[in-house]
């Protein structure tokens, strides 16, 4: 049931774009995304309901594709504020139970 | 300042010795979670409480507890550590329902059981 990133790693230089999927077995609810840094706390980038709906804010920004169950993050002009690992959370159902994919590492270089 | 506190941070303690790790928040969150993370595997809900008094199970609740009896606490209790429980663990919390709402991450604990 876990739901499946890929790619499991990325290396950027700065101002390179790049796009983080986020695919389930089963139809989702929602779909959360984090970022973490290294040695710190997950940080909560945004959520998505089933719906077809973007968000997003400054250079980051996901969509949710209801039919294909699948979600996408989308970095670009990337910074090296930008590196980290990020996560994707699913709901199946409205209810709180939230189950993470196993992550994608970004990182950016000068 | 707005946050969820965990105590305590870092715990080392042996196999089938009782413990307990502490979460609050002083946001006036109704939904708070417990959440264990490892390498390669990412971060997996161990227990969630929607609001006081109501909890359910994540997707790796065997050899946890929680209790939710006031809004503002939510300990993680392990009644007998095994060496499997090793982990790095988070507390989080969210005003509402995890689909309207930000959810905020505590520091975490880092537990590792000999």
């Known amino acids: 049931q876990q739901p499946v990133q890929s790619p499991q790693a990325v290396i950027l230089r700065e101002g390179e774009d790049a796009v983080i999927n986020c695919s389930s077995s089963k139809a989702l609810y929602s779909v959360h995304w984090y970022r973490q840094k290294h040695g710190e706390a997950p940080v909560f980038l945004m959520i998505l309901l089933k719906g077809g709906e973007q968000k997003g804010h400054e250079k980051i920004s996901a969509s949710f594709n209801e039919k294909k169950q699948q979600s996408s993050l989308y970095l670009t002009a990337s910074q090296l504020s930008y590196s980290g690992t990020y996560f994707c959370?699913?709901?199946?159902?409205?209810?709180?139970?939230?189950?993470f994919g196993q992550g994608t590492e970004l990182s950016v270089k000068p | 300042e707005a946050q969820v506190t965990q105590n305590p941070r870092y715990l080392i303690t042996v196999t089938g010795k009782k413990l307990t790790v502490t979460c609050s928040q002083n946001m006036n969150h109704e939904y708070m979670s417990w959440y264990r993370q490892d390498p390669g595997l990412g971060l997996r809900q161990i227990y969630y409480?929607?609001?006081?008094?109501?909890?359910d199970k994540g997707d790796v609740p065997e050899g946890y507890k929680v209790s939710r009896k006031e809004k503002r606490n939510f300990p993680l209790i392990l009644e007998s550590p095994s060496p499997n429980q090793t982990s790095l663990y988070f507390c989080a919390s969210s005003l509402g329902g995890l689909d309207t709402d930000t959810q905020y991450f505590g520091p975490g604990t880092r537990l590792t059981v000999l």
């Open positions: 409480s929607m609001n006081v008094e109501v909890t």
């Open positions: 959370g699913t709901e199946y159902n409205q209810g709180g139970k939230l189950i």
